[in-house]
């Protein structure tokens, strides 16, 4: 198994552009996370899903976030507009079950000029 | 709300030496996961503990759960340059999610 595939792996983007971050998770697992981790906050987690349903978005910070899973291989965290302080390393991660263990991607590092 | 707290939030060993890592909770988890995060790179699970007082090796490694389920330690004997990193420890308080600690950056200074 390729485990969680994040892309990109590496953005740098201009304050009020668009950023689209993009996750496939594990076969088989039914929940997929995206976390979020700077050095002052440390990792958060924004959004999860469980069978391509949004389970949880209490940690979105705003509207200019959006998450989306459109089907059990893939999901999207967009920004817009992108903004300075959402600079940061964003992770994608995926459990088989309830009660499974995590396993995160390699991470998008997201720089906003 | 629920709150997962970690110390140190850093911390500095010679190599050959032990180190400590502590992780409380404010609610009682129905158990704990620790993931080890390399400079630059991705949390990655070390092991989960489930049971109340459990303590689980791995080579050097050390996991206990506290009995009251509140609490936890990662113990690294004899530190090498390889143990750089975050250890991280994540409560799970029921069928909820996993809130994450803080963390602890470990350097090792040869």
């Known amino acids: 198994d390729a485990g969680v595939i994040q892309s990109p792996r590496h953005e740098v983007t201009e304050m009020g552009q668009e950023v689209t971050l993009r996750c496939k998770p594990i076969?088989?697992?039914?929940?997929l996370f995206w976390y979020r981790q700077t050095m002052m906050r440390g990792l958060e987690l924004l959004i999860y899903?469980?069978?391509?349903?949004?389970?949880?978005d209490s940690g979105m910070p705003e509207d200019r976030f959006s998450a989306k899973m459109p089907n059990a291989s893939f999901s999207t965290l967009k920004i817009q507009p992108s903004e300075p302080r959402d600079s940061a390393v964003y992770f994608c991660?995926?459990?088989?079950?309830?009660?499974?263990?995590?396993?995160f991607g390699a991470g998008s590092r997201l720089t906003v000029l | 709300g629920q709150q997962v707290m970690q110390i140190p939030q850093y911390q500095h060993v010679q190599e050959g030496e032990d180190f400590t890592t502590y992780c409380n909770s404010s609610?009682?988890?129905?158990?704990i996961q620790w993931y080890k995060q390399r400079p630059g790179g991705h949390p990655v699970f070390l092991i989960q503990?489930?049971?109340?007082?459990e303590v689980k090796k791995q080579k050097r490694l050390t996991f206990q759960f506290g009995e009251a389920k509140k609490n936890s330690s990662l113990h690294i004997t004899a530190t090498q340059t390889t143990d750089v990193g975050t250890y991280f420890c994540?409560?799970?308080?029921?069928?909820?999610?996993?809130?994450f600690g803080t963390g602890t950056r470990l350097t090792v200074i040869p």
């Open positions: 991660a995926s459990r088989r079950d309830s009660y499974g263990v995590l396993t």
């Open positions: 076969s088989g697992h039914d929940y």
């Open positions: 899903f469980n069978n391509n349903v949004p389970i949880d």
């Open positions: 609610t009682t988890l129905s158990n």
């Open positions: 503990l489930v049971k109340s007082g």
């Open positions: 994540a409560g799970r308080p029921g069928a909820n999610n996993l809130f």
